[in-house]
């Protein structure tokens, strides 16, 4: 089981249910699972999602991975592409054991010195290359952090702008639309690095809409939005200190060698998802792939839809908070679950959750019901305080409510469930 209390908080069969359906999604997403369905090797010819190249006609083959999903990626791709590999760089939030490929943990969601050491490391391995070489890039969500080479502003008032731009509530298009034109790796740099090799992304989306120009910032692919799109993100938002933006690579001849895959979204989360409610007996329907807008007002609308009886609501997506309190703990889904708890009913229950096991905290997610709130309410935690302070991890600790799965190797944006019983 990925939900390791799945059995402390299965009190009741309606909230087994919920926890479920959510674990046949997380199933469903499993990296290492997904990317030995997706790519085939014959000893001669590498299958990729699909295409295939023919292994002699490389001098070399590098592996790049970054991102959430990096570190099991990687290890698939050893198992899949064995002595074929000459080098490469896994830059993930853990470091694991690897046979061929180097592994380095960095941090997110704010990038660091370490993750920009690694990022250095990965222009040095791809100095050099040629036309007869392949460079297989493994980029997931958390990439725009990890993979990190600022230009023209430090490290750590990147950190700081990227932090602030957040607590603003804004959201992943506009933050990485900033990022891209203060990077020398992102919005397509890494394509023109690696130009002339043969390059094949494998992209895992954890972006709303799946735009593949935003997941990770796009480091291999073709960008179309401008520095001038970046200074109006700032401007809107009222960000000062930033000098200069650099522009993104528009040369055409950079990105005809690259062939960007989309391996894996949340739709393959929610149709899994769907499938298990109504295997439970529910009228199962996706609301959406993606949901977005301030947390505290989703979850009151989650909580608020009309469903029939024997009725189950999934959707996707990635919510935003307005951070009013820095000493706040807690993330998105848990914020969405609190502010649903008060207009659920007795015959509802509701989940929201990270795909990557980790909503800014340890704790995944939380689940709610009546049950859960008449709880609250003996012990004394009052949503509204919990949601004016931004402290949902301390609400939901307290009433043992959160869901834990620990770092997942998976991240396809975050997935919601409502059912009615």
């Known amino acids: 089981m990925r939900i390791r209390n799945f059995y402390e908080l299965g009190k009741t069969q309606a909230r087994r249910d919920a926890l479920s359906i959510l674990e046949a999604g997380y199933n469903a997403i499993d990296t290492r699972t997904v990317l030995k369905k997706k790519i085939t090797n014959d000893g001669s010819t590498l299958c990729l999602d699909g295409e295939n190249y023919i292994c002699a006609e490389y001098d070399r083959i590098f592996v790049i991975a970054i991102g959430k999903c990096a570190l099991e990626g990687a290890e698939a791709l050893e198992d899949i592409l064995g002595d074929t590999i000459t080098d490469g760089i896994v830059l993930d939030l853990r470091v694991g054991p690897l046979k061929k490929l180097r592994s380095y943990a960095g941090t997110h969601p704010y ?20 036309e007869r070489d392949l460079v297989l890039v493994l980029i997931s969500g958390g990439g725009s952090s990890l993979l990190c080479l600022p230009f023209d502003i430090s490290c750590e008032a990147l950190a700081e702008l990227t932090k602030e731009l957040t607590h603003k509530g804004v959201d992943i298009y506009e933050l990485n639309t900033v990022r891209k034109h203060l990077s020398e790796i992102q919005g397509g740099h890494l394509a023109r690095l690696a130009y002339p090799a043969h390059v094949v992304s494998l ?11 935003v997941i990770a910032s ?27 933006l650099s ?38 329907k996706v609301l959406t792939e993606d949901l977005r807008g301030e947390a505290r007002e989703v979850g009151k609308k989650l909580a608020e839809l009309a469903l029939p009886y024997r009725a189950c609501a999934i959707a996707g997506g990635e919510t935003t908070v307005h951070i009013a309190n820095d000493a706040g703990y807690g993330g998105r889904n848990m914020e969405v679950v609190l502010a649903a708890l008060p207009h659920l009913d007795e015959h509802s229950v509701i989940i929201a959750a990270a795909s990557d096991g980790w909503d800014n905290t340890d704790i995944a997610g939380a689940i709610g019901d009546k049950n859960f709130f008449t709880l609250a309410v003996d012990k004394n935690l009052d949503v509204r305080t919990h949601l004016r302070d931004n402290t949902s991890y301390n609400f939901f600790s307290a009433l043992g409510a959160g869901i834990m799965t620990g770092r997942l190797g998976s991240n396809v944006s975050d997935l919601f469930i409502v059912l009615r019983v």
């Open 247 to 284: 522009e993104t690579p528009k040369d055409p001849k950079y990105f005809e060698r690259v062939h960007n895959t989309l391996i894996l979204t949340n739709h393959d989360a929610l149709l899994a998802m769907k499938a298990c409610a109504e295997s439970r007996g529910y009228n199962s």
């Open 203 to 213: 992209i895992f989306s954890d972006v709303p809409g799946n735009d593949i120009s």
């Open 218 to 244: 796009g480091p291999t692919v073709l960008d179309k939005s401008s520095a001038d799109d970046a200074r109006a993100v700032l401007t809107k938002y009222a960000i000062k200190g930033v000098e200069r």
């Open 111 to 130: 990038p660091s010195e370490i993750n920009v050491s690694v990022s250095r490391e990965v222009v040095k391995l791809l100095r050099g290359v040629t």
